[in-house]
């Protein structure tokens, strides 16, 4: 089955809804022609975007005014009888369309919408709640119009009022009672009195200020909901002019189009959301497509799947090596991420460290988008002229003589693996395939078939051997465990300055620097893995200087990326990277153009915003606070800088309990080995969000045994 074949969302209810697109191309009630072609302008890019979250999108038709709208001086009754008979031709179609479809109509000036929801009406029997997202009231009638255009009348003409042509087309009125306005800031009094009369609400831009476009529109839903279900109606004058311009009647001061787009996300896995308008689109004032993009935005907010949908979807196709919380993200900013139903949550995880600079950088964002239309893969079979120049920052950061660019941090694990044996073979005169790789219990390296040889994780091993040979460990913090393994035969010692997965695990004070003695002494490279410490996380460039030591090599990886692309390096000396010929090693996506140009500009975030320092002084303070916990929970609360580990007591809450505990107040952790949470925020984090979360993680651990299932857990959303 291809994308582009129709494939049903499933409801929280068992339902399946498939999405069906009616264009409504009239400008009849409009000063202006150029909403009638709002839908054809739009109907390419919403398809393509719809489609890639809701493969059942389908485009069904587009109404066509049958006739040019009337001249404006034209009398109102032939202008009334134009939009109110265009207006029962729209009710017509939707009132037909199959009963397992969900409406969408794309106008069209906003009159369009007389017959968007009588037809709506009459194919569900009864009236649906109406959210009415607009800059303007649309409660003129023909007798109280101040300009006589005609879309400023639909939403009176819904509700029962004005000329008999338009309140009177075919179709259950709305209730008053079930009906809102979001957005509200440029009207008549007649207007305002009418709704008022009726008992419509009103959330006007001052209100929308005060308290914030999510708590009106949570309100919003309340107002709406009922037993027919209720839609939604987005005029796009009701976003602000200097955001989203290509609008018939543009108003200052309007609603940001990201908050409405994260707003609409609350309508996501809502049975009871039965259809989606969206109105007065002018092409002729958006030549470059911004615009466009921007409804199709709205679009996706409101009708893409939601998380049980997804979640579904994950395991049927999905392979089974991943149990992720129970929440599904479609955005991040900064150190904030948003599920798929609007609910937001502070990022104490960030990704295991590869976002590092908070999500969407404007300054990684800028660089990756540059040069992805400049050049952005060529194959290592040439040169680019963006590598040379990240490998000569790199060296002369670390302090090192070369450095090789891979993709993910495993590759680089790899790639060191493969330099230290082919020098143990080729410089130090171990005898072939012999040489020897020592690592630690309670390591983690990547999850490569060398690399989970090394592990002693029993689930990380099970049924992927047999091993490669010459793959030791030695228990992590023992130096003179390390000194009693090395034979002439080894190679290298890997190590984690501090060990992640493993737990948040600090090794004794002066640990690393005995063990770089001990390798020195015996001609075995150090090899401090540096993929989830390194760039800044713990309050130091690498998490090696605390004790302040040069391994032999170092490697990189998450944070360099940016959180945008996988990038990662090996670096040591001559004397390693001699062993490297043509032909030896490669890949044909490391080093990459674009993959060079996002790291150059990662290295400039962190310089430039001092977030190797930043994480050292509100890591220092965080921990110190995140000590003071009492809890008989809690055994140990550890860390540096911004790479906090909390281990509990034996008992329960288990840490994956605890990490969906958190989940549901907004804070987002992982648990490992069981009873350890993981603690590493953005470093770009405030030290108000780090307060919060001392707050929220003092609350779980005052609270009784706390309790989770799966499913979509509710938040509380931090502000």
């Excluded at 602000?240 to 990201?258: F, K, M, N, Q, S």
């Excluded at 002018?282 to 979640?311: F, K, M, N, S």
């Excluded at 002369?396 to 143990?424: C, D, H, I």
């Amino acid at each position: 089955m291809t994308a582009l074949d129709p494939r049903p969302i499933p409801l929280p209810s068992g339902q399946t809804a498939r999405l069906q697109i009616v264009g409504a191309a009239s400008a009849l009630g409009a000063p202006h022609p150029g909403t009638a072609q709002g839908p054809a302008a739009l109907r390419d890019a919403l398809i393509e975007r719809l489609r890639a979250h809701n493969p059942s999108a389908r485009w069904m038709d587009t109404l066509q005014a049958d006739t040019a709208p009337p001249p404006a001086d034209a009398a109102m009754p032939v202008r009334l009888a134009a939009v109110g008979e265009f207006a029962c031709q729209l009710a017509e179609r939707i009132a037909a369309l199959d009963a397992g479809a969900f409406p969408f109509v794309v106008g069209g000036d906003h009159a369009v919408a007389i017959g968007t929801w009588r037809g709506i009406a009459r194919r569900l029997g009864g009236a649906p709640g109406l959210i009415w997202v607009d800059a303007h009231l649309d409660s003129h009638t023909d007798a109280t119009t101040h300009s006589g255009n005609i879309h400023g009348m639909p939403l009176a003409a819904l509700l029962g009022e004005g000329a008999p042509a338009l309140a009177d087309v075919p179709g259950p009125r709305l209730d008053p009672a079930r009906v809102c306005v979001i957005g509200a800031r440029d009207w008549e009094n007649e207007e305002h009195e009418r709704l008022a009369r009726l008992g419509v609400r009103i959330f006007d831009m001052t209100e929308i200020h005060r308290r914030g476009l999510a708590a009106i529109f949570a309100d919003a839903l309340e107002i709406v909901r009922g037993e027919h279900g209720f839609g939604v109606s987005i005029d796009l004058d009701a976003l602000d002019p200097l955001a989203l311009p290509a609008v018939t009647c543009p108003a200052a001061d309007g609603i940001e189009p990201r908050a409405l787009a994260d707003a609409l996300l609350m309508l996501r896995g809502r049975d009871d959301f039965i259809a989606l308008e969206i109105v007065e689109y002018r092409p002729d004032l958006d030549p470059h497509g911004h615009d466009a993009a921007w409804v199709a935005e709205l679009a996706i907010a409101a009708l893409g799947p939601a998380t049980c949908a997804l979640r579904a979807r994950e395991r049927h196709f999905g392979a089974r090596n991943y149990a992720p919380l129970p929440v599904v993200f479609h955005r991040g900013e900064g150190v904030w991420l948003w599920d798929v139903e609007g609910r937001r949550y502070l990022d104490m995880m960030s990704a295991y460290s590869a976002v590092s600079f908070g999500h969407a950088h404007p300054r990684l964002l800028r660089a990756l988008e540059e040069q992805a239309r400049r050049l952005a893969l060529t194959s290592r079979a040439y040169s680019n002229d963006r590598l040379p120049p990240l490998l000569e920052r790199l060296c002369a950061l670390f302090g090192y003589e070369r450095a090789l660019p891979m993709n993910t941090g495993a590759e680089a694990v790899e790639t060191a693996l493969k330099a230290a044996r082919k020098w143990a073979h080729k410089i130090k005169g171990v005898p072939a395939d012999r040489a020897e790789i020592i690592a630690c219990e309670g390591n983690f390296h990547g999850r490569t078939i060398a690399i989970v040889g090394l592990s002693s994780e029993p689930a990380y091993r099970d049924g992927f051997g047999p091993f490669p040979p010459g793959l030791l460990r030695v228990p992590y913090g023992d130096a003179d465990a390390l000194e009693a393994a090395i034979t002439p035969r080894t190679a290298a010692f890997l190590v984690e300055p501090i060990q992640g997965e493993g737990g948040i695990v600090l090794p004794p004070p002066g640990y690393l620097a005995r063990c770089a003695d001990i390798c020195r002494r015996h001609d075995v490279l150090l090899i401090a893995d540096e993929v989830q410490t390194g760039l800044g996380r713990t309050g130091r460039l690498l998490a090696c200087e605390h004790d302040g030591i040069r391994p032999d090599g170092v490697i990189l990886g998450k944070a360099l990326g940016g959180g945008l692309l996988p990038v990662s390096a090996f670096l040591a000396d001559e004397r390693v990277m001699q062993v490297f010929t043509p032909g030896d090693h490669g890949s044909t996506f490391g080093g990459n153009p674009l993959a060079a140009a996002v790291a150059w500009a990662a290295l400039d975030v962190l310089e430039d915003e001092g977030l190797v320092e930043r994480a050292a002084t509100l890591g220092s303070r965080w921990l110190a606070r995140l000590a003071r916990l009492r809890s008989p929970r809690i055994r140990e609360v550890r860390g540096r800088g911004l790479f906090i580990g909390i281990e509990l007591a034996d008992g329960p809450p288990s840490a994956a309990t605890a990490a969906e505990w958190l989940l549901a107040r907004g804070l987002l952790t992982k648990d490992t080995h069981q009873r350890v949470l993981r603690l590493a925020p953005p470093l770009i984090v405030e030290e108000k969000e780090l307060d919060w979360a001392a707050d929220v993680l003092e609350e779980l651990f005052a609270k009784e045994t706390p309790t989770t299932t799966d499913g979509v857990l509710e938040t509380a959303v931090p502000r």
